[in-house]
């Protein structure tokens, strides 16, 4: 069965870190790209990071450059979410995707916020960031 698993989600104080993984089943995670997504209560789903299959490369939303890193470990099918410094604005409900496409057509369709023919959805992984 096709499956992509987000976990780690938790309640966490501003300034902390916490790391997401997703968990790809029933596909080659190294062949696709992968997308992590967020949904805040009542907001649209936006884009956070995405990282190529092959070459590496990375992109990530201004709102969380230089706090969040997303990675891959293509032995254990998984890609990682770390996020540091975490602040209030940072709770929803994080979700990671994978596309058979490029990186750079993932991340037209984050600026855009528009995400028509992604292949596989994970279920999401609740992150609150609260004192």
């Known amino acids: 069965q096709v499956q992509l698993v987000e976990s780690g989600g938790a309640l966490v104080q501003p300034g902390g870190s916490l790391r997401l993984p997703c968990a790809a089943s029933?596909?080659?995670?190294?062949?696709?790209?992968i997308g992590w997504f967020r949904q805040a209560p009542g907001k649209e789903r936006e884009g956070v990071s995405c990282?190529?299959?092959?070459?590496?490369?990375?992109y990530y939303a201004d709102s969380v450059k230089g706090r969040f890193t997303i990675s891959r470990d293509n032995a254990k099918n998984t890609v990682y979410l770390q996020m540091n410094r975490l602040k209030p604005e940072d709770t929803a409900v994080y979700y990671c995707?994978?596309?058979?496409?490029?990186?750079?057509?993932?991340?037209?369709?984050?600026?855009?916020?528009?995400?028509?023919?992604?292949?596989?959805w994970g279920k999401g992984t609740l992150v609150t960031v609260s004192s």
């Open positions: 990282i190529s299959s092959s070459d590496g490369r990375t």
């Open positions: 029933g596909f080659t995670l190294e062949n696709h790209v």
């Open positions: 995707a994978g596309d058979g496409r490029t990186v750079q057509a993932m991340w037209v369709m984050m600026l855009r916020a528009v995400y028509y023919g992604i292949d596989y």
